[in-house]
T-cell receptor, first 113, second 114 residues
Framework: SQTIHQWPATLVQPVGSPLSLECTVEGTSNPNLYWYRQAAGRGLQLLFYSVGIGQISSEVPQNLSASRPQDRQFILSSKKLLLSDSGFYLC????????????FGEGSWLTVV | AQSVTQLGSHVSVSEGALVLLRCNYSSSVPPYLFWYVQYPNQGLQLLLKYTSAATLVKGINGFEAEFKKSETSFHLTKPSAHMSDAAEYFCAVSVAGGGNKLTFGTGTQLKVEL
């Protein structure tokens, strides 16, 4: 069966520091990969979307970037964090066809102080 | 572009009462519709999804939803609420040609009282 792991689960970082959140998927190949951010009262916002290695689509302009160095690895990064980057970050995967279920990881809480 | 509106950011029901969480969508092409549940500090879990087969969709934990094209709605129901149903519920939509990307509503927090 397929599983998705993301880490760290909780992170407290000072303003201006770098960020790296990692996500890996097991039990499938060539998945679509996603990074979502959840802010209080605002639902989930799609940040990045990838259909293959090195193929990243940015959905909103921001202080963050994403990379996909391997087929089942997705990394969310920032060179200098802002206070507004605080939130709950969720990695997710799906098979490629539209309408397929998107499966979410357990999430990472980021607090920028 | 497609969108989802969830009416009521907070819903409170008594244990044993009907649960009704409302979702309306906007899409210029036939949509795929999803309901997810999120327990505190956890990821999202799929409850059910509509993919153009039967309009009444049954999901896990006794939940079901009915796709009504004329009303552009996909409301989530459960006949009898249980304390364990207390969570946040998200409606989401995707469309063909959209790269299997979900657009989410802002969520409804369900509270179940004794």
């Amino acid at each position: 069966s397929q599983t998705i792991h993301q880490w760290p689960a909780t992170l407290v970082q000072p303003v201006g520091s770098p960020l790296s959140l990692e996500c890996t998927v097991e039990g499938t190949s060539n998945p679509n990969l996603y990074w979502y951010r959840q802010a209080a009262g605002r639902g989930l916002q799609l940040l990045f979307y990838s259909v293959g290695i090195g193929q990243i689509s940015s959905e909103v302009p921001q202080n963050l970037s994403a990379s996909r160095p391997q087929d089942r690895q997705f990394i969310l990064s920032s060179k200098k964090l802002l206070l507004s980057d605080s939130g709950f970050y969720l990695c997710a995967w799906s098979a490629g066809t539209t309408g397929n279920t998107i499966y979410f990881g357990e999430g990472s809480w980021l607090t920028v102080v | 572009a497609q969108s989802v509106t969830q009416l009521g950011s907070h819903v409170s029901v008594s244990e044993g009462a009907l649960v009704l969480l409302r979702c309306n969508y906007s899409s210029s092409v036939p949509p795929y519709l999803f309901w997810y549940v999120q327990y505190p500090n956890q990821g999202l879990q799929l409850l059910l999804k509509y993919t153009s087969a039967a309009t009444l969709v049954k999901g896990i934990n006794g939940f079901e939803a009915e796709f009504k094209k004329s009303e552009t709605s996909f409301h989530l129901t459960k006949p009898s609420a249980h304390m364990s149903d207390a969570a946040e519920y998200f409606c989401a939509v995707s469309v063909a040609g959209g790269g299997n990307k979900l657009t989410f509503g802002t969520g409804t927090q369900l509270k179940v009282e004794l």
